[in-house]
Structures are given as structure tokens and as C-alpha cells.
């Protein structure tokens, strides 16, 4: 009888944030977490001499494999011992828990015992096993992080397969593995670290790393009705990041600024100079949305049809893994306050709000590099901007309402700071289209857009240096 194997990697976040030293030591472990989600799967399949036609699908932390019955005791032993070994090498942070269940019934109903199974296995540890009152005591750390060789070894790093008698559970492979690679050139042809990645930033030299996610892309899973529908589903999504990012990448304005950290079956990592980051989220999302919804067009419901993303920001001293928390942390705000959104400088937008980000920010540079105005409005700006944001109590209703009434006091303070050459027409046109996005309508709502207060930080960081 053939039963369905699926695993799960945990513990990802922790090891990926003990990544002690430069970018790639962060690089390597997020390249480390998905080479284990690759290649587990094959050697399993290998080690129980089963043909590797029987992988279903792998990477973002999982797996899916078909087995025969007879296999499944071999199987639990092999994983077993696969989990011990990886615990060991990650200092305990990394460990599998996996589910098996006979092909009977509906997809759905496989699905279902499936993910009971791996619920279950949440809270237990497979070296748990093997020596539970033992005391585990964590190797001593070295100064570099054993894992930033593998991210300098790209692409070498990404022809392995799985070995527990090596250091680091990986040994040379003649086929290279399907993962997004390109790194940003440093020094000695070597990948850019932070410092170097910060230099190459216009304006503000600053780095940082965006962050993306599939949003309800589990619910999109759950929807599939047959195994095949699933899989060419999660198949879809993963070949779309491991080739879309690389290719993006390649292109004349991100090559030299940005590197992958990681692709996934559902997400993505890339770190770079600040000033490449937004445009590059915004590429990518618009080829995603092209792309999803053109796949997905006989599928309905929202499920997996939208991206969202975090963005953050540091100068060239931030420890990297503290930024690619911050980044999560980002991705999360994002995700809950909407879906296909991203949160970036101090704030959560859908896309065409980014959009229009972007043409403020345009306008508010052309201001000053064209039509000659002072840079220091764009601080006049954001010291209106934290006024306004400040919810102050009003002395009486009388006095809020004379403030509301008298929107003209706005529009006043926002002429003076964009003093210009009054004469022409093109400039007075631009400083009016900027104060529009700043006063509501109403004129009684004094309080920015969210666009507005993001495009002032973008072109703030634009003109610094």
C-alpha cells in the first residue's frame, strides 16, 4: 500500500537568529535551513532505495514524499536519526517532526489526518528518543559561525546531499539543487557584507533586508481537492520565487545591491542597499500579482493571489540577524493589518498607496534639486507630521472646532516651507499638488496619509548623506 510522508522543519527562526558575525553568516544559515529541506527528502528516499520520482514537493521548510507500507518502520528510524544529527549541528534549534498516513480516501481527508498527526508532534522532539534525562549541553560557539562558509561557497554549496557522517551533514554532489542564488559583489569576489552593501546606498548609507510572504497560502493548500491539484499548487509557488527572485536579481539596478537569503515555497529573504529594496518589492510584487492570478484564474477566493512584505532599515553596524527579526516583525504588522500590504518606514500600506509613495517622493525631490527649494523643508515636514500625529486634548469643544475651522493656518505654514521661484507656472503646480497630499479634502482632517508620511521618509533618505 503507498502512504504520504510529510515533514516539517522547526526551529528555523531560532537557529537563523543565533547567526553571529557579518551577512553571511545570516546567508549561510538561511541557506543551511533550506539545503536540509532538500536534501533529507532524497537521501530518505535513497536510503530506503526507492526511486527519487516519488518526492512530491520540498523547500519553505517542508516535504512531501510517497512511500510503500513496508517502508514506513525504515522510515521513522531514518528521520529519527536525521533529527538527532541535525540537533546536534544546530545546537538544538533545529529539529523534523513528519507525519505518515495511508493513500485512502479523498486528498482532502489525507490532508486532514496528515496535519493532525504533525499538530501532535508540535511539542515532541525526536532525540527525546534516544536519552531524555540525558542533560544537553551546547557546544562551546567559535568565533565565526561554521555556516558563513557555505553562503561564501555559492553556488559549489548548492550541489550537496544529505550525509550524517559529515561536519556539517553535507556532502559534495555532482546536481545542483533548485535554489534562487545571487549575491552582491564584495571584495575579492566575495559575497557584500553590510558595510559594503550600506556603501552602496544613494543618500542615507544605510542596508537593509526586505522580507515576503504569500498571503493564505495554507488556506490556498486546503482548498485543493486532489493530490495533484496540491502539488502543482506548491510547485508553482516555489519555482516562481527560486526563479523570479534570481532574475530580478540579474537586472542592471539590483545586481550589484542586493542579495538572496533565502527562497521558499511561500516566501523570501533578500538583503541590499535601502534604495534598491522598495523598487524591488514593488517589481516583484507586481509580477507575482500578474503571474498568481493568471495561474490561479480558475481557482476561486483571495487564497494565495496576493503578497505582503516587511522592510527593514539599519546603518552598516546593526547586527544582522536583529534586522532580519525586525524584518519578520515588519512582515507580521504588514499581514495584520491588511493583506497585499507592505510595512516599511514606520508604516503599513497596500500597493497603490506605495505607488503613490513613490510619486511623492519624486515630487518632493524634484522641489528641491529643480525648482531650488530649501532641503530643510523636508524636516519642516516631518516636525508637522509628529505635531499632527500627537492626540493632544482640546481645551474646549469651541477651541477644537475654531482649530478645524481655520484650515487656511495649514496651508499657510505648508507655502512658507516651499519657498520657490513663484514665477513659474510648472513649480507653483508642483507645490500645490504636494500640500494637496498632505490636506485632506475636508479640510478638517489634519492628520497625513500614510503614503504622504512614508514618501517624506523616502525622500528624506534620498537626499541625505
Known sequence: ?????????LGTETFVGAAAGDLDAL?????????????VPRALLDHLSLSQQLVGSTGGGQFLVMLTSESAPAA?????EATRAIARVSDGALRLAWAITENLGDWTD????????????RGFNAIESGGIFEPFTPRPQPADDPFAALFQGIPASLSVRFDPDQPLLLAPETVELPLARHAAPGEDGRPAGKAVLAGKAAGRKLWGILRADVDQFGARLRRAQTIDEALECSLFFRNFFAGEV???????EFWQKVTVLYTGGD????????????????????????????????????????????????PAEAAPASVYYESGRQLEIAKSARNDGIALLGRSLDWKQLAEASEIKDLMVR????????????????GFYRESDRVLPARSTKARVERQSR?????????????????RRDYAKARDRLISEFVQRNQAQLRLKPSGRVALEWARLSMET
Not at 27 to 39: F, K, M, N, Q, V
Not at 115 to 120: F, Y
Not at 246 to 252: I, K, S, T
Not at 288 to 309: D, N, R, V
Open 1 to 9: 500500500m503507498q502512504v504520504f510522508l510529510q515533514a516539517k522543519l
Open 407 to 423: 484650515p487656511w493656518r495649514l496651508q499657510g505654514r505648508l507655502n512658507r516651507m516651499l519657498e520657490g521661484p513663484e514665477n
Open 27 to 39: 546567508g549561510g544559515r538561511c541557506l543551511y535551513a533550506s539545503l536540509l529541506t532538500e536534501t
Open 267 to 314: 516566501d523570501f529573504a533578500i538583503a541590499g542597499a535601502w534604495d534598491a529594496l522598495i523598487p524591488f518589492a514593488r517589481e516583484l510584487e507586481r509580477i507575482f500579482k500578474q503571474t498568481a492570478e493568471e495561474f490561479l484564474k480558475e481557482m476561486p477566493g483571495p487564497e494565495g493571489k496576493t503578497l505582503s512584505m516587511g522592510l527593514a532599515l539599519a
Open 367 to 382: 522641489l528641491v534639486e529643480e525648482f531650488g527649494c530649501s532641503p530643510s523643508y523636508l524636516g519642516e515636514l516631518a
Open 110 to 121: 489525507i490532508r486532514k489526518r496528515l496535519n493532525e498527526q504533525l499538530n501532535r508532534w
Open 76 to 80: 521513522h528510524g531514518y528521520l529519527a
Open 246 to 252: 534570481q532574475v530580478l536579481c540579474a537586472q542592471a
